[in-house]
């Protein structure tokens, strides 16, 4: 049969396992056990942003939740159950939303072309740039204003995590959790903390703050 990409990754899964079990042999055995991994990571799908490889980290140690420019939207059940499963199952300590400079998502948000069913997607974006307009529009430079939306669209999402009765029920059961967000540059390599972190509703306007049992 006719090499292909396809067969490639069969072929580099191959190799992949018999790297590792040279260096343990137990290590699949250990991993099958269940997982206890910290973080979950609220990134974007694209596919120069693989969470693990940037963050230096092994399997088990993040549980991965990825999408169109990382968002955090209060009907996405996707997210949601992946979210109220990772904090109240998995019990994580940190949730970080990691956006990326250069987001295509992101960039469709800035224009007015129709892209058919991302449009209703990338709209929640626009809704950012529309609560942020007085600050971008008066950024001349295209790509610089492209940029702070992409971290503006960051915070937003920290916060809308902030606004969800999973994460505030967490806080008010006392539970050590932290919400973050990061910026990626795909041309460094290099991560940046927006300082954006939160680790209670206080941080919230008090509208968002809901009252729980």
């Known amino acids: 049969?006719?090499?292909?990409?396809?067969?490639?990754?069969?072929?580099?899964?191959?190799?992949w396992v018999n790297d590792k079990l040279e260096k343990d042999e137990n290590y699949f055995e250990?991993?099958?056990?269940?997982?206890?991994?910290p973080v979950?990571?609220?990134g974007c799908a694209d596919s120069r942003?693989?969470?693990?490889?940037?963050?230096?980290?092994?399997?088990?140690?993040?549980?991965?939740?990825?999408?169109?420019?990382?968002?955090?939207?209060h009907t996405d059940m996707n997210m949601l159950s992946v979210l109220d499963y990772a904090v109240n199952h998995l019990e994580v300590n940190h949730v970080i939303v990691c956006g990326h400079y250069g987001c295509g998502g992101v960039q469709a948000a800035m224009q007015n072309k129709s892209l058919g069913l991302i449009n209703k997607w990338v709209r929640n974006?626009?809704?950012?740039?529309?609560?942020?307009?007085?600050?971008?529009?008066?950024i001349e430079d295209q790509k610089k204003r492209f940029d702070r939306l992409v971290?503006?669209?960051?915070?937003?999402?920290?916060?809308?995590l902030a606004?969800?009765?999973?994460?505030?029920?967490?806080?008010?059961?006392?539970?050590?959790?932290?919400?973050?967000?990061?910026?990626?540059?795909?041309?460094?390599?290099?991560?940046?903390?927006?300082?954006?972190?939160?680790d209670s509703a206080q941080h919230l306007d008090e509208v968002f703050r809901l009252d729980l049992d």
Do not use: C
């Not at 049969?1 to 190799?15: G, I, P």
């Not at 991993?31 to 206890?36: D, N, P, R, V």
């Not at 490889?53 to 955090?72: C, D, K, Q, S, Y």
């Open 40 to 42: 979950l990571w609220i």
């Open 163 to 198: 606004k969800t009765s999973i994460v505030q029920q967490a806080w008010k059961n006392g539970r050590e959790l932290e919400v973050h967000g990061w910026v990626y540059d795909l041309k460094d390599g290099i991560i940046d903390d927006l300082k954006v972190s939160m």
């Open 125 to 138: 974006i626009k809704e950012v740039y529309k609560e942020n307009k007085t600050e971008l529009n008066k």
């Open 49 to 73: 942003v693989p969470a693990n490889e940037i963050t230096g980290t092994h399997p088990g140690e993040l549980f991965v939740h990825r999408n169109i420019a990382n968002m955090v939207v």
């Open 1 to 15: 049969m006719k090499n292909t990409y396809y067969h490639q990754l069969l072929e580099n899964n191959k190799k």
């Open 151 to 160: 971290e503006l669209n960051v915070k937003a999402q920290v916060y809308d």
């Open 30 to 37: 250990n991993l099958s056990k269940g997982q206890k991994p």
